[in-house]
């Protein structure tokens, strides 16, 4: 390494190389290590009846808790039904509905470089349970606007052998995003336990401790800034804070998960085959019955008395 002597070039005595490095160095763009998006870029990752309520409340409650507001959040689904939807593509911490895919993951890696890593999580639930909830939810009237069941008012019109396929078609695009990202573990997704989370206040802490330790590895985070994260978390748990209809009713639970096993046999073989690669039971002996977290105002459980038409 060859020197300025301080008498040649009246500066202190400087190595040349060493002083190349350090004006490379300070002309990089340095983010600022100080919170957690510093350090991360976080995706909080909903498909329809994985229990999006639940994991957007967690998320607008975490981010919340530590100082990042409305404001500075983004949040996508597709589609966007109104303008104020989707907003903030551009921040570094975002939740997305009905549109991730292997091939969305590729390009966020690429987006996120070598100055954050990435960080995926979301809820997984049974493939074969989902669709008999979004049949029972939508058979009931609830988010009538959502196009994925357009024409209007289809679900509500019929019964559940009929529906429980329709349904099934309509959410196929879904269910293979969902289960091609969460059936292999990578270092950069979390897979969190809908059934778990949903399944007691207890569960539902421990699901939330994951998600936790999962998003702030690597992040100096005070004790005290992850106990009141995990205090605000609670806000999304079904259990504590009940949110009225935003559960189905048993009966029609019931009628819908044996609906499930009368699909066609290629269908049914579809959503059995994604339910074997995330690990499921698949046959309806198996499939473990769920009580309603909370009793419904509903009217009781009714439908129209429809042939399939095959």
């Known amino acids: 390494c060859l020197c300025l002597a301080a008498e040649e070039k009246s500066l202190p005595g400087t190595c040349l190389m060493q002083k190349k490095a350090e004006q490379r160095q300070s002309s990089r763009k340095q983010i600022p290590q100080s919170w957690p998006w510093d350090f991360h870029t976080y995706l909080f990752v ?18 919340g808790a530590l100082g990042l507001g409305h404001d ?11 303008p104020d939807n989707c907003y903030n593509w551009g921040s570094p911490v975002r939740f997305v509905t009905d549109m991730y895919s292997l091939e969305m993951h590729a390009r ?12 995926v999580a979301g809820t997984v639930r049974n493939p074969l349970v989902m669709i008999a909830s979004a049949y029972c939810y939508h058979h009931s009237g609830q988010e009538d606007t959502n196009v ?19 349904v099934a078609q309509r959410m196929m ?3 293979d995003n969902m289960t091609a990202i969460y059936e292999t ?4 997704t979390l897979r969190l336990s809908f059934e778990k989370a949903d399944g ?8 939330v401790g994951r998600l936790l330790d999962f998003w ?28 009225p209809g935003h559960t189905n009713d048993d009966a029609c639970m019931q009628v819908a998960q044996h609906a499930v096993f009368s699909m066609p046999a290629d269908l049914l073989g579809i959503y059995q085959s994604y339910a074997k690669r995330l690990g499921y039971p698949y046959t309806e002996d198996l499939l473990p019955q769920r009580a309603a977290l909370a009793p419904s105002d509903r009217a009781p459980f009714e439908y129209p008395m429809k042939v399939r038409t095959e």
Request: hydrophobic share 35%; charged share 25%.
């Open 185 to 188: 573990p990578r270092n950069d």
């Open 173 to 175: 695009v879904l269910m």
């Open 46 to 63: 909903g498909f329809h009846k994985s229990g999006v309520q639940m994991t957007w409340a967690i998320f607008r409650a975490v981010w």
């Open 72 to 82: 500075r959040v983004g949040h996508w689904g597709n589609p966007c039904y109104f």
């Open 200 to 207: 007691s206040s207890e569960g539902f802490d421990q699901e």
């Open 108 to 119: 966020e890696l690429q987006r996120a470089g070598q100055l954050r890593t990435l960080r």
């Open 216 to 243: 702030f590895e690597g992040v100096p985070l005070h004790a005290e800034d992850r106990r009141r994260a995990l205090e605000a978390a609670r806000q999304g748990d079904l259990h504590r804070h009940p949110y």
């Open 148 to 166: 994925m069941f357009f024409p209007n008012g289809t679900v509500q019109s019929l019964g559940p052998d009929d529906g429980v396929a329709f």
